[in-house]
Each structure stands twice: as C-alpha cells, then as structure tokens.
C-alpha cells in the first residue's frame, strides 16, 4: 500500500490576502481614540482618590494629636484657635472651636484640619464634649 500526499488548491477567489483592510484600521483608531482619554481619566480619578485618602488620615492624626493638645494645656478655654502645623512635608491649616452643649455644662469642641490635594480643599473634622466646669 504506497500512501500519497494530498495537496489542497485554494480557488483564485477563495484565497484571501494577509493584513486589514482600511476599514478595520479605521475602526481600531476609532476604538483607540476613545478608550485611551477614557483610561487616562481613569488614572487621574485614582491618582486623586489614592492622594485624598492618604493625606486624610494624616489630617485626621494632625487633628486628634491637636485636640488632645488643646484638651490637656486648658487652651481650648481661650477663644478660637487656629494655625498651620507641617507634618512632614506637607502642610496642614487647622481652626478649634467651641460652642456650648444643649444638656449641663458641657462644650462642644470641633477641631477643623484642612489640607490641599491637586489644588483642591479638603478637611477633615474631630469632635468631642469637654466638662466647661473642670479646672
């Protein structure tokens, strides 16, 4: 038994020739050209998001040390507070104040720290109640 290779003829308007056609290129820039702002956008919004969060919860440490401090050297008994304190190289604006409390004779003190992301203004606020009575 001799076996014998085969060979397959492709007919002239059956055979295709490689590449894209202008079509296909066109709808591939098309497509490029719309999805490339798209994930650029993307990475800023995340850029921004990643930046906001990390500097918050610094701002948020900057505020609960402040508080603390104001609580424990009486300053808060003073009038309104406010200042700028560099944690690192960043620099943060902070303000304290105080109003009263409906029940007894507590106090009501929020410490406000602000901070800039992208040239954009956040802030982060922390409260407490404080006895207006205590020395």
Do not use: C, H
């Not at 055979?15 to 990475?43: D, H, M, S, Y």
């Not at 500097?55 to 401090?69: F, G, I």
């Amino acid at each position: 038994m001799s076996f014998k290779p085969t060979t397959r003829r492709l007919s002239a308007g059956s055979r295709r020739e490689a590449g894209f056609t202008l079509a296909e290129a066109l709808a591939a820039l098309a497509f490029l050209a719309i999805v490339i702002p798209v994930a650029v956008q993307a990475l800023q919004v995340a850029s921004l998001a990643g930046q906001v969060a990390e500097r918050k919860s610094v701002a948020a440490r900057v505020a609960d040390r402040l508080l603390n401090e104001q609580l424990v050297t009486g300053q808060w008994k003073q009038s309104a507070a406010s200042g700028q304190v560099e944690e690192g190289t960043r620099e943060f604006r902070w303000d304290l104040q105080s109003q009263s409390w409906e029940k007894d004779s507590l106090r009501l003190l929020t410490m406000r720290v602000s901070y800039q992301v992208q040239g954009k203004d956040y802030d982060v606020q922390l409260s407490t109640l404080v006895d207006n009575n205590q020395p």
